[in-house]
């Protein structure tokens, strides 16, 4: 099986080509509804994007944006919304950025009260600290700000993506322990290669100079390991064995380490230098820290129902202001399958139970619809609500499904 390419990267990928100064061409990028609402939000600021068969071809204007003449509506994707907050500050004059419903619950005070200690104006229009926002911008002052790093890396990814473009140096003093920290990572590894350096003092104070530029380039998008996880589960519970190509298994993506997961739950993996293989065996619970794996979380919660004994998924409170409360969701799906469930603010408890086919409802949450996919390999008769919610992050899912030998 060969993965998409990585919604993360592509995200970050699109909005840094987008500040460098000239062409950049981002070859094996995810096309999804998420990149493409964060396409149309940079053409709003006057960027050319041109996509190609296995390219987006990104013309960066140097941090020069101009204000789009109407509303940036970017659906329900998170990181479009929370990336584009700061960098729609960088342009001159009045922005208004929206989403759909679940986006208007979805919080952004912690980014709103940094880009404030900035002296930027960025007000949620409904004053809940949810989106649409209005940012009236003329460029970012930077300095010492802190910033709340509970409840996402997105807001510090924002900040860090715009920073080199800020007018003075900017330090990011983290209040509490920063939540998902594989997705920073992947932040500072891809400003690294586009040419500006990030000081990290553990996670707990960032430092960016200002007058650091991105190099456009020729930049190769990774595999995606949340979709992989799909697939590594499929074998995982069928004791199955399958080939993921593509993918860099040394990859700073928290979901990277979930063929790991798998390992100790009773699979036995193998890596080389850009593939994978994960053979399936007779899976056992076990407990696990899921912090720097949010979005493996809903995959793993559903192996769970076919290992021996509980599953205890812990330190994953994020997940309640993800596209949907995927801790709820998690618990009521599992359930409606008969497996035992206990959810807790920050954890999840499964114990297996005596399964029977049913409805799955996904909350629109594309990552539902992929997990309980898995279910239905070992359990007849399950059918998912609404599949095309996984055109979020991988249109084509459902044509890889099941996963099967190449003719």
């Known amino acids: 099986m060969t993965v998409p390419g990585s919604k993360s990267y592509t995200n970050r990928a699109l909005l840094i080509a987008a500040l460098a100064d000239g062409v950049s061409r981002l070859e094996k990028p995810l096309v999804s509804d998420d990149t493409k609402f964060m396409i149309r939000a940079l053409k709003g600021f006057g960027i050319q994007v041109e996509e190609e068969t296995d390219a987006f071809i990104v013309s960066g204007k140097g941090g020069k944006l101009i204000t789009p003449d109407e509303d940036i509506f970017v659906g329900n994707a998170g990181t479009t919304m929370r990336f584009l ?9 009045k922005v208004r950025l929206d989403g759909d419903e679940r986006m208007h619950e979805r919080p952004l005070a912690d980014l709103l009260d940094c880009l404030a200690q900035m002296g930027v104006k960025a007000i949620p229009a409904y004053h809940n600290g949810c989106p649409p926002i209005d940012i009236d911008g003329d460029g970012v002052p930077g300095g010492n700000v802190k910033l709340a790093g509970d409840k996402s890396s ?12 800020f007018k003075n140096d900017t330090s990011i003093l983290i209040k509490g ?3 998902s920290k594989s997705y920073a990572d992947i932040t500072l590894d891809i400003m690294k290669t586009f040419g500006v350096a990030v000081k990290n003092d553990d996670y707990k104070n960032f430092g960016v100079q200002a007058g650091q530029v991105y190099k456009s380039q020729t930049y190769k998008v990774e595999g995606d390991w949340s979709s992989a996880s799909y697939f590594l589960a499929a074998a995982a519970v069928t004791g199955g064995d399958i080939t993921l190509a593509g993918v860099n298994p040394e990859s700073v993506q928290g979901d990277a380490q979930f063929p790991a997961v798998l390992e100790k739950m009773g699979c036995e993996v193998k890596k080389s230098a850009d593939s994978l293989q994960l053979k399936g065996g007779s899976l056992k619970g076990i407990t696990i820290n899921m912090n720097n794996m949010p979005d493996a979380v809903q995959t793993l919660a559903v192996v769970a129902l076919f290992a021996k004994g509980e599953t205890v998924i812990e330190d994953i409170g994020n997940l309640r202001i993800k596209e949907t409360n995927r801790i709820e969701a998690l618990a009521n799906e599992l359930g409606r399958l008969g497996a035992e469930v206990e959810a807790g603010d920050d954890f999840l408890i499964v114990k297996p139970g005596e399964y029977r086919g049913a409805e799955i409802e996904t909350y629109n949450d594309h990552r539902m619809a992929m997990s309980f996919a898995v279910a239905g390999l070992k359990i007849p008769e399950v059918k998912i609500i609404n599949p095309k919610c996984v055109e979020k992050s991988f249109p084509d899912f459902f044509s890889h499904w099941p996963p099967h030998h190449a003719p």
């Open 85 to 93: 907050t700061t960098f729609a500050a960088l342009a001159k004059g």
């Open 177 to 179: 322990d920063l939540t």
């Open 154 to 165: 997105q807001y510090l990814t924002s900040l860090l993506l715009s920073a080199p473009y």
